[in-house]
């Protein structure tokens, strides 16, 4: 679709091209393309949404460009709210999304494969930081822990 032929960008993310037809937004549409107005979103189907805007609206954006703006702009925003603030929640997850699809990442089948390999390591709690951490192979096999 090019960019002359757009007329609006529905809240939704629906596009409205010039002669009115409508462009359905993944919000919009199940995987299989059925109209779902107003029922849940996926992870793939948002990821799609996202990227279909942003290369709409941010053609000439690059992947350090936006893992710059990630780190500097939108991570702070939210600590800056003690992260309270449920849209800079929404700005992370978009600039993630975003990333995962400028570099072509199915960022749903991503999360899946990555949580079946978590769901098998074990994990501990640094004492000086507090942050968990899976216990390396390594240190499990040295008999470390």
């Not at 993310?13 to 393309?33: A, Q, T």
């Not at 949404?49 to 780190?71: E, Y």
Request: glycine letters at 8%; one cysteine or more; charged letters at 30%.
């Amino acid at each position: 679709m090019s960019h002359t032929e757009i007329v609006s960008i529905l809240d939704c993310g629906c596009v409205i091209k010039e002669g009115g037809d409508r462009v359905w937004c993944p919000s919009c549409l199940d995987d299989r393309g059925t109209k779902i107005v107003g029922q849940s979103l996926s992870l793939r189907g948002a990821q799609a949404w996202i990227t279909q805007w942003a290369n709409h609206v941010f053609p000439d954006r690059t992947v350090k460009g936006s893992l710059a703006k990630l780190m500097c702009e939108e991570l702070p925003e939210l600590i800056g709210s003690k992260m309270r603030d449920r849209l800079e929640y929404a700005d992370v997850l978009i600039m993630v999304l975003d990333l995962a699809g400028q570099m072509q990442i199915d960022i749903e089948q991503a999360l899946r494969d990555k949580m079946a390999v978590n769901l098998t390591r074990k994990w501990q709690r640094d004492p000086e930081s507090g942050f968990y951490s899976h216990i390396k192979e390594e240190m499990r096999n040295e008999g470390q822990v």
